[in-house]
């Protein structure tokens, strides 16, 4: 496996940071997953961007060319022969004395890991997966701002521990007024009769690119759509419950703490019409000019 760090691909027992890198200190720095399929990176542009707004959040310089960033992507892809991969892109603040002040880096850490993409076991989509509400608050928006993809993420690893311990899959977090926000590396949705529901951004969400979509092909299919405030029990009194991310796409969510739901018609709907959405995102890049790569 060759990942590449900084302005080279190497072999993985070679890609190695330093114990004095601010990421590895502090947490200090940001991140993207994204998702390829059959060669084609799904929304490159969209996880870019949102790259480049966590990079500014924390005052984090990103290399500024986006297609510098989008040929080390697909050369890494290449260089590990993989088509139907799980991307991660990582920034950390880099290499510096110890101290909270990011001046003490002079130059940002700078890694793509690229990893063959394993499908979720099909239980989760036929049976949907299970989920807990956190007694972890998810962090204020004016604490570290959830639409940070920051690279600190004991918030959401503490509300995953919770979830473990309760044989959960996911833990769904509410912010501090009580307010449904976010799973811990997803979005979620709920239907009532006849709306579908889902926490607007203003509650403390990352504004999952996934979470975008769906919501555009929701109406696309003569969904009434709500973002807003819902509590608790607005999921709990939900027809059905889905959660989104880049990875697992649309997922039904069977249970959450003691209630039930059926696995609906709208997540299997929603998934189906996804998928062609990524269809025609492949075909239409794949259609717009010679490959960066040779997917061919
Ligand atoms: N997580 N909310 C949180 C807290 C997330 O970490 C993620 C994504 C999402 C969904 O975002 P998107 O649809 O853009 O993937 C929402 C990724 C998958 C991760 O951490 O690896």
Known sequence: MQVYLNNK????????????????????????????????????????MRLYRSASLIGLTVPPDMNQLKNAVYETMGANSLKNAYVRLTVSRGYGPIGLDPDLCEVPTFVIIVEEMKDYPKTYYEQGISAIISGTKRNLRDA??????????????????????????????????????????????????????????????????????????????????????????????AKEVFITNTTMEVMPVRQVDAVRYGVGEVAKILHKVYRGEVRAYVTNVKGSGPSLWGYE
């Open 9 to 48: 691909l190497v072999p993985r027992a070679e890609a190695l940071v330093s114990v004095f890198d601010h990421g590895f200190l502090y947490g200090d720095g940001v991140y993207e997953t994204m998702r390829a399929y059959d060669g084609v990176v799904f929304m490159l542009d969209e996880h870019l």
């Open 144 to 237: 570290i701002n959830p639409q940070i993809k920051s690279l600190n993420f004991l918030n959401n690893i503490l509300a995953k521990i919770e979830a473990k311990k309760a044989g959960a899959y996911e833990a769904i977090m509410m912010n501090a007024a009580g307010h449904v926000t976010e799973g811990t590396i997803s979005n979620v949705f709920f239907c009532t009769d006849d709306v579908l529901c889902t926490p607007s951004v203003g509650c403390g969400i990352l504004d999952g690119i996934t979470r975008n979509i769906v919501l555009g092909l929701a109406v696309r299919e003569g969904l009434t759509v709500r973002e807003g405030e819902f509590t608790k029990d607005d999921l709990y009194g």
